[in-house]
């Protein structure tokens, strides 16, 4: 279980969110300067809140009893973007240097891989074999949260997908809560099971990533998770729709069909690796539209827009 209900306010910069999550990993996903990283420093006692509480298997916070439990007493591992390793000590001494138990730690780098490697310094590892050894000395302190913190954003494409499956197996075995902060939808998708979407320091969507994805309560929200055309009330009334729309609703370029008509005209053009970028306008209203699609259409060209899958959205 994770429940965090806390205010902090920093400069003109106000936090205030309440999450309760009975599944074992939630996702933070949202811009730069939104919060994300705020809540993993309080969780880790690097900040203290204002007021509220917060809760894994203990309490770490609770304003109502004035208590804040110290930093080095929370069991809490925090992998940073860096990985924060200790670059004088060899792979095998930086678990050793925080658990002290040298059988722990040979059970823990060939968990994950890296016993052949125990006597390499970090500059000597790749970027892939650092996480697995930042990983391996968090699980040294049988933390009871793990909070990853833009954990795979430095890695490539091919590495990152290999070590977010790595490290949410490690996480699964051990079943330890784990909170994910990223701005990458893709990554927050594929590693959580619960997502919160956080806005200038308040929640705009939480719930299973399937509701967050699939059926988004707002704008920003659709936005942050792959939804790229917005249309009200009066901007839709040109579409042709599957099924009746509400008032406002989000669309996905790949849920569009581009057809001969009248209703719109092709104003630019621009190539992307899977298709093309196109600026149409309106006949009606004038408004253009910015709309992806894998059809080879000239400019001039005049189009209707079908709308095979929408969600209603308030804009």
């Given at each position: 279980m994770i429940e965090i209900k806390i205010k902090k306010q920093i400069g003109n910069f106000n936090l205030d969110v309440n999450v309760k999550s009975q599944n074992k990993i939630l996702g933070i996903l949202g811009e730069s300067g939104s919060g994300k990283t705020m809540i993993l420093k309080c969780i880790a006692g690097l900040i203290d809140p204002d007021e509220g509480y917060i809760k894994f298997n203990n309490e770490y916070y609770d304003s109502s009893k004035s208590f804040s439990m110290k930093t080095?007493?929370?069991?809490?591992?925090?992998?940073?973007?860096?990985?924060?390793?200790?670059?004088?000590?060899?792979?095998?001494?930086?678990?050793?240097?925080?658990?002290?138990?040298?059988?722990?730690?040979?059970?823990?780098?060939?968990?994950?891989?890296?016993?052949?490697?125990?006597?390499?310094?970090?500059?000597?590892?790749?970027?892939?074999?650092?996480?697995?050894?930042?990983?391996?000395?968090?699980?040294?302190?049988?933390?009871?949260?793990?909070?990853?913190?833009?954990?795979?954003?430095?890695?490539?494409?091919?590495?990152?997908?290999?070590?977010?499956?790595?490290?949410?197996?490690?996480?699964?075995?051990?079943?330890?809560?784990?909170?994910?902060?990223?701005?990458?939808?893709?990554?927050?998708?594929?590693?959580?099971?619960?997502?919160?979407?956080?806005?200038?320091?308040?929640?705009?969507?939480?719930?299973?990533?399937?509701?967050?994805?699939?059926?988004?309560?707002?704008?920003?929200?659709?936005?942050?998770?792959?939804?790229?055309?917005?249309?009200?009330?009066?901007?839709?009334?040109?579409?042709?729709?599957?099924?009746?729309?509400g008032p406002n609703i989000a669309i996905k370029s790949k849920n569009i069909k581009l057809k001969e008509g009248s209703n719109f005209i092709i104003e630019s053009k621009e190539e992307d690796l899977e298709g093309y970028f196109y600026n149409v306008k309106n006949k009606d209203t004038k408004k253009t539209f910015r709309i992806k699609s894998n059809l080879d259409l000239k400019i001039g060209f005049k189009i209707n827009i079908e709308v095979t899958s929408f969600v209603n959205i308030s804009l």
């Open positions: 080095e007493n929370r069991k809490v591992g925090y992998m940073f973007q860096s990985y924060a390793l200790f670059p004088n000590m060899t792979a095998e001494k930086n678990i050793y240097f925080v658990c002290k138990d040298k059988k722990k730690t040979k059970e823990l780098l060939k968990k994950v891989g890296l016993y052949e490697k125990k006597d390499l310094f970090p500059k000597n590892l790749s970027g892939g074999q650092k996480q697995r050894l930042a990983m391996a000395r968090m699980l040294s302190i049988n933390p009871e949260v793990i909070l990853l913190d833009e954990s795979f954003s430095a890695l490539d494409s091919v590495l990152r997908d290999e070590m977010e499956k790595f490290i949410k197996d490690l996480i699964t075995n051990y079943d330890i809560p784990t909170i994910l902060v990223s701005h990458n939808k893709e990554e927050v998708y594929r590693f959580s099971e619960d997502v919160l979407v956080i806005k200038n320091g308040h929640i705009e969507d939480l719930g299973s990533k399937e509701e967050v994805f699939f059926n988004p309560k707002n704008k920003y929200s659709a936005k942050l998770v792959g939804f790229d055309i917005f249309l009200s009330q009066e901007e839709k009334k040109d579409f042709e729709f599957k099924k009746k729309p």
